[in-house]
């Protein structure tokens, strides 16, 4: 008996075989072939230029809260991408790229770059800002690279917020350019809605450096700080910090300088200044404990990755641990080199221990985004650390021959004009031939939201005497003028100005053949000013100086009409605010004062109480204190307005009556 054998077939699986052929790969070998993969199509436009090329892609962006319907005042998240190619002849140094932002853009991220203004992210950049590269500071040509792009081009990806502009239309900045010297750019062109480029080529009329550099040439700024390597080890090295006052009548007392460490570094020792924080439980519980594991970190100086560092007192300048420096040690003092050229530098010296993977000694990586301070000094704004050339030291022995740092970096930081309310010190005017006085403007020096005063009502006018007392104590003496000469009182009353430091220019006098003029300065914080200076810019009056009485002053032509006040040998304190002579007193400032004379034959045609004998700016220890917003005014000066006025109504009046009677 034949057994009948019967197998069932899965006919679905056979069909899904079947189905599935297509999708199956073969690799046949057709043997060798000269065929390559196609490199991917460049920028367009990179191939036209010679020179550096910089574009600007917007890539995304998405609604953020809160969720509004002003559309102008809603605010995007948005990504974009700058790149810029060396498609020239010449290595470009310290490459710079600005993107003129326009839509209040305000960046939280830029990778492969950072902002020169040196501003901790998020920052505001709705006016344009200026990258600068890092780590890839230099781009290279591609003739000495073989076209390798990771060190001919670099990339900055943006992340931030941009506000008022809703799709379909994008917010692309007003240009980008190229701001190193030597280089002339056109204006930039769109290519679609969200693509901008420009080429940028060597300016043939730029003057060429006589020295050829290896880096890029120092560079001159209101303050340079110097950061030289001097000895370099496999995980840490030496480094010393110059500062140079170069501005000349720029300064800093009790200087306050902070950077930035990139790569986890920290400070093992310092000579010459010190941090103020002295806390090692950053490096133990960090990622330098993990990787120093036997290092004893209870004896270094700092672990922040911002740390603060202020100058050593005098009394340690022979200290063999932390001072034995030159120029080091003046409690935070950097004088213009007018004043002391030997004050005008000041030295400090710091052993970092680095990170993987910088281990390797010529793995030298500055801290960056560079701020430094002072009490009652100007506010500098510093730029990136760019590499220079090498800082030559005369050799220690003594013999005729130079010693040069392992690397060494600059950082320019440059003096700016306070802000509106955010000055350090103030000026009031007053004047004999009117009864009051303009005090310091409200807010002057910042305002505390929570005091019940206006900090935007004009500050009232006062008694000359007035400014002797603290502006917290002037109220009464206020409300009592204005009611004496029926001026109106705002409500509510004006805030004090809230300054350290207030100057009051007074006219005394005015002859045929001269005027005289008083300047009084308060110090109305605790602590005194020594070496104090006050620059004084006289437009119309300058020429006309005769002379200063009871203090030192000095003329400056070149410094667009200033006179520089010093105190005189011995007189060099502005002591500080002192209680008055009984309880419940007010507290008296420190003050110093002086008498000025001046001749009218030099300056021809000087009015004195048309106001041409108030100064248009005033420094003080480098810091510009803000200016009243108006000058006192002679009572006949006014009322001659007046009698003017009036004449020119009863003329117009006269002209109409008889224009009527005419017809």
């Known amino acids: 008996m034949k057994a009948r054998l019967r197998l069932g077939v899965p006919w679905h699986l056979v069909t899904l075989m079947l189905l599935s052929l297509p999708s199956i790969n073969f690799n046949v070998c057709h043997g060798q072939t000269d065929d390559y993969e196609s490199p991917a199509a460049p920028p367009p436009g990179l191939d036209e230029c010679n020179g550096i090329f910089l574009t600007y892609s917007f890539t995304s962006r998405e609604k953020e809260y809160p969720k509004v319907k002003n559309a102008s005042a809603q605010a995007w998240a948005f990504k974009s991408l700058a790149t810029i190619t060396n498609t020239g002849e010449h290595e470009l140094k310290g490459w710079q790229m600005f993107v003129g932002f326009q839509h209040k853009e305000v960046l939280v991220s830029a990778s492969g770059a950072i902002v020169v203004d040196g501003d901790d992210f998020p920052v505001a950049v709705g006016n344009g800002t200026i990258f600068a590269g890092n780590p890839q500071v230099d781009l290279k040509t591609a003739i000495e690279t073989a076209g390798d792009f990771t060190q001919i081009a670099a990339q900055i990806e943006i992340a931030g917020s941009v506000f008022g502009i809703k799709p379909p239309g994008v917010p692309m900045p ?290 000359p005497e007035s400014l002797l007392v603290p502006s917290d104590n002037r109220t009464e003496k206020a409300l009592a003028w204005a009611a004496l000469n029926k001026f109106k009182v705002p409500n509510p009353r004006p805030c004090p100005d809230n300054c350290p430091v207030s100057i009051n220019w007074h006219i005394d006098s005015d002859f045929k053949t001269g005027w005289t003029a008083s300047v009084t300065l308060f110090n109305w914080d605790d602590s005194p000013f020594e070496d104090w200076f006050a620059a004084i810019k006289l437009d119309k009056a300058y020429k006309g100086l005769e002379g200063v009485y009871s203090l030192n002053g000095t003329k400056f032509d070149n410094l667009n009409n200033t006179i520089l006040l010093q105190g005189l040998p011995g007189l060099n304190f502005l002591m500080g605010e002192v209680n008055g002579t009984r309880p419940g007193d007010p507290r008296v400032p420190g003050k110093q004062q002086t008498k000025i004379s001046f001749i009218k034959k030099r300056t021809p045609g000087i009015n004195i109480p048309r106001g041409d004998g108030f100064p248009t700016r005033i420094l003080f220890n480098g810091e510009e204190c803000a200016l009243p917003t108006q000058i006192p005014r002679s009572s006949a000066q006014q009322k001659s307005h007046f009698k003017f006025l009036i004449v020119i109504i009863m003329a117009i009046v006269t002209f109409i009556l008889m224009s009527d009677h005419l017809h």
């Open 174 to 463: 007003k240009n980008i350019k190229l701001v190193n010297d030597g280089y002339k750019c056109p204006k930039s062109t769109l290519r679609g809605k969200s693509y901008m480029r420009v080429c940028c080529k060597k300016d043939p009329k730029a003057k060429e450096e006589k020295k050829r550099l290896k880096f890029l040439p120092r560079r001159y700024g209101d303050l340079s700080l110097t950061y030289d390597v001097l000895q370099a080890y496999g995980n840490n090295y030496q480094a010393q910090v110059t500062m140079d006052n170069i501005h000349p009548l720029g300064r800093l007392d009790h200087w306050n300088l902070t950077w930035e460490w990139m790569n986890g570094e920290f400070i093992s020792t310092m000579r010459g200044a010190y941090t103020h924080k002295r806390d090692f439980s950053e490096c133990i519980y960090g990622t330098a404990g993990k990787y120093y594991k036997d290092f004893d970190f209870s004896t270094i100086i700092n672990c922040e990755k911002k740390p603060v560092i202020s100058d050593l007192p005098p009394d340690r300048k022979n200290d063999s641990q932390v001072g034995k420096l030159p120029y080091c040690c003046r409690n935070g003092t950097l004088l213009p080199s007018i004043m002391d050229e030997s004050k005008a530098r000041s030295i400090f010296q710091l052993q970092v221990y680095k990170m993987p993977p910088f281990l390797n000694r010529t793995a030298l990586v500055p801290p960056e985004k560079w701020k430094i301070d002072g009490v009652v000094n100007p506010q500098y704004k510093c730029g990136p650390p760019i590499r220079v050339d090498p800082t030559e030291f005369p050799d220690p022995s003594g013999l005729d021959s130079k010693t040069y740092a392992v690397a060494s970096w600059q950082v320019t930081c440059n003096i700016t004009r306070p802000k509106e309310k955010l000055s350090r010190c103030c000026v009031s005017f007053s004047a004999y031939y009117n009864r009051s006085a303009i005090p310091c403007n409200t807010c002057a020096c910042g305002c505390d939201n929570n005091k019940g005063c206006s900090q935007n009502a004009k500050a009232m006018l006062l008694p």
